[in-house]
């Protein structure tokens, strides 16, 4: 079993930055792909980026180049480094894991979801 707990969320203006973390319970986070997901108000859950196990990264192109996923195994945390924030990135934004799998963008392939941080990015 796993945990994950999100946190970094905040309110910015747009333009600025802000860092989010996952933290995962559990001895063998290094064998685990994180996925951050985000979910707007009346919009469907989309995903923003993945690091998988083996440190392969993909990102959706709405944050391409904005947006950097990297993971610190020693803490047992993947980071969301967000830049270049625009009023489009507010969201509720969850991270999910799961076991020695690719990255991936389909929410369907991560088995333990965090409850989610709230970024809101002002004008």
């Known amino acids: 079993q796993v945990q994950v707990v999100e946190s970094g969320g905040g309110l910015v203006q747009a333009g600025g930055s802000l860092r989010l973390s996952c933290a995962a319970s559990g001895s063998s986070f290094s064998l685990y792909t994180i996925g951050w997901f985000r979910q707007a108000p009346g919009k469907e859950r989309e995903c923003v980026a993945a690091i998988s196990y083996s440190q392969t990264t993909i990102y959706a192109g709405t944050v391409k180049g904005r947006f950097t996923i990297s993971r610190d195994n020693a803490k047992n945390t993947v980071y969301l480094q967000m830049n270049s924030l625009k009023p489009e990135d507010t969201a509720v934004y969850y991270c999910?894991?799961?076991?020695?799998?690719?990255?991936?963008?389909?929410?369907?392939?991560?088995?333990?979801w965090g409850q989610g941080t709230q970024v809101t990015v002002s004008l």
């Open positions: 999910a894991a799961n076991a020695y799998s690719a990255a991936s963008c389909n929410p369907r392939s991560y088995g333990y």
